[in-house]
């Protein structure tokens, strides 16, 4: 199993500012997802980023909003842009790897509060 | 630490007792169905999981159950122990033409060990 940490692992930021999430893997993988939890809400994938190519984001988030960066196979940022209260949540990375390609990883989150 | 799903459903269960938690998901073409416990201030992590051509797996004290005919989802915990106090998700994974995997989670159960 892949070992996942995050930084910071919570944060309270003022609107209209950045916050840059790390996500760093023990091992090398192809693919890491990002999610966001709101309070009292499941998961819900705002990108796929692959190493050397542009990331994927999922329908209701956008590139200027939530920048990734993948520079290598162990390690990704998502950045969190010109925050508003409405950007309060759970913000987890997670990777594929185990015994079966679909079994995901998490890492264990970042807790971002804006004022 | 905070907890997630502050506002989900909550089952509440005596210790000892077998837990049952349900789950309805939408894509009756996903290929594997997954379970994931998320205990407060953690990322969620894979219980157990179930292919589509299957009704029932089981685990080390968790069982899951697939109707598809009603595209219903359910875990089992056999004597329930407080260590299982946590918010339970499913999830689907579906295979894409790429050969990755998309997941959608569901809305999460609150379980409850009392002693």
């Known amino acids: 199993s892949a070992v996942i940490s995050q930084k910071p692992s919570r944060d309270i930021c003022q609107r209209g500012t950045s916050l840059t999430i790390q996500c760093q893997v023990d091992?090398?993988?192809?693919?890491m997802f990002w999610y966001r939890q709101q309070p009292g809400q499941s998961l819900t994938l705002i990108a796929t980023?692959?190493?050397?190519?542009?990331?994927?984001?999922e329908s209701g988030f956008v590139i200027d909003k939530f920048p990734i960066s993948r520079p290598n196979l162990t390690f990704s940022t998502l950045t969190v842009s010109n925050m508003s209260p409405e950007d309060s949540s759970i913000y987890l990375c997670?990777?594929?790897?185990?015994?079966?390609?679909?079994?995901?990883?998490f890492g264990p989150g970042t807790r971002l509060t804006v004022t | 630490g905070e907890s997630v799903g502050l506002h989900l459903p909550t089952l509440s269960v005596q210790e000892g007792d077998n837990s049952i938690i349900n789950c309805a998901y939408s894509?009756?073409?996903?290929?594997?169905f997954i379970w994931y416990k998320q205990e407060s201030g953690k990322g969620p992590q894979f219980i157990i999981d179930?292919?589509?051509?299957?009704d029932k797996r089981q685990g080390q004290r968790v069982t899951v159950l697939l109707n598809k005919t009603v595209k219903h989802l359910s875990l089992q915990i056999a004597a329930t122990q407080p260590g299982d106090s946590a918010v339970y998700f499913c999830?689907?994974?579906?295979?894409?033409?790429?050969?990755?995997?998309?997941?959608?989670f569901g809305t999460g159960t609150r379980l409850k060990v009392l002693a």
């Open positions: 997670s990777v594929v790897g185990g015994l079966a390609p679909y079994e995901q990883y």
């Open positions: 091992s090398q993988v192809t693919m």
């Open positions: 980023a692959n190493q050397g190519s542009e990331a994927t984001y």
């Open positions: 894509n009756s073409a996903s290929d594997y």
């Open positions: 179930i292919r589509s051509n299957m």
């Open positions: 999830a689907e994974a579906n295979l894409l033409t790429s050969g990755t995997y998309k997941y959608i």
